[in-house]
C-alpha cells in the first residue's frame, strides 16, 4: 500500500465531500477522498486490512482528481490512489467475473486492431433500426450490468474508424510555423475518427506540418488508470519509440494529443518510463491541443477563415441568434493537467458563438477510463446528472476533449425534438474554416 506520509496533511475538513463523484451517487464516508485516505493510514498502522470489502471503497473511485483542486490542504489524493491501485488487481479482491472483465477490456481496448476486429462484426448492428429494437425490447437488459453498459455507449461506427487514412506527412498550410506529431488515440480512432480528421485539418491550416507515424499504438491511459502499471510501460515505450524512429527527422516541436485521457497519462511518462527522470522519451514536449494552439495562437489566416456555425435548422448563427455552446470540462484536462482556459478562448474566436458554463463544471461525468464500464450503476447516475446539468444550460452544442466523456455525454442526454450535438472543440473550429 501506499505510504501514509502523504495522507499526512489530510485534516478531515470535507472540503473534497461535494466535488468528489462517488460520494456524490453513494453517500458513504469509505467511499469518499476522506474516508479512503482514513482507510490507507488505517491499514498502514496494521488495523485494517485490505480485503475485497475494503478494496470495493477504492475500486468506487473514478480517478478524477476533482479533491486534488478541491483541497485546501494540498493533500496529492492522485499520487495516493495511483499507488494503491496496482494493489487492487490483486485476484482474491474481486469476484472471478469482476476480474476477468477488467482483463478483457485491457487486452482490447488499447489495441486498435483488436478492437477493431471486435467491432467489425457489429456494424450492421450499432446505429440502425435493429440496436433500437433491441434496446426497446428490453432484451440488452439480459446481458448483464456490464455488458449493457457496453452496448448503450456503442455509437453508430463510420467507416473511417476501421482504417488509419493519414499519410505520415500532413503538409502545413501557407507558411510552416513549426512541426507536430498526434497521437490517434486507440478508442478515438475508432469510436469518432472525425475528431482525429479535424485535428489534423486545424493543425494544417494553421501552418503545422502533422506527422502521424502508421504504426503507434495505444498510449497507455486505459491500463495506467487501472494500476496495470507493466502492461502501461509496454504501450509507452512502443509509443514514444513509433514517434522516436529514424524516419521522423527533423525533429518534432511537441507530440499533441486530442484526448485528455490519454495526455494526463503521457505528461507522467517521465515518471512512468524513467523513475522521475526529467525526460519524457520523445525528445520534445507532450501537449494537449488546445493547450499547444493557444500557446501558439491561430495563425491570422486562420481567424480571418472563421464563420459563423450553423444552428440544426441550417441557419447561420447570427448576433441576435447565436450558436449556443456549452464547454464539458474533462476530470484528466481540468484537474489533471490544469487546462481549462484554453479551449473555451479558442472557441469563443468562432463568430457568434455564445459559451454558457455548467453549474458543476468540475463534477465528473462517470466515463473515467473504464469506470462506466465496469461500475455501471454509479456511472449511469454521474451521466445523468452531467448530463442535465450541461442541458439546463440551454445548449444546443456540448463541446467535449475526450472521447470517452463524449461517449457517455450522448449516452445520457436527455431525447428531446431538438437533440444536443456533442462535438470536439477541433471539429466545431474547422467546421467554423469550412475545413470539414
Known sequence: MASSDPTDPCVHCGFCLPTCASYRVMGTEMDSPRGRIHTLKAIDAGELELDATVAS???SCLGCFACVSACPSGVRYDQLIEATRPQLNKPELRSCWQTRFRQLLLQVLPY???LRALLTPLRAYAGTPIQDLMRRSG???LLGPQLEAMESLLPKLAEEGFRDQFPHINPAQGEQRGRVGLVLGCVQRCFDPAVNAATVAVLQANGYEVVIPANQGCCGAVSHHQGQMEQTRDLASALVESFTSDQID???DAVLVAASGCGHTMKAYSEILDGGSEANGFHCPVQDVHEFLFKKGLSKPFQQSLQPLS????????ADQPLVVAYHDACHMIHGQGISHQPRQLLETIPHLQLREATEAGVCCGSAGIYNLVQPNEAAELGRIK????????ASVIASANIGCSLQLRRHLPATSEPVVVNHPMELLARSASLI
Do not use: E
Open 57 to 59: 471503497h477504492f475500486d
Open 311 to 318: 444552428h440544426a435548422n441550417g441557419q447561420r448563427a447570427s
Open 112 to 114: 486498435p486492431k483488436r
Open 387 to 394: 448530463a442535465a446539468d450541461l442541458s439546463g444550460t440551454g
Open 139 to 141: 432484451f440488452v437488459r
Open 250 to 252: 527533423p525533429p518534432l
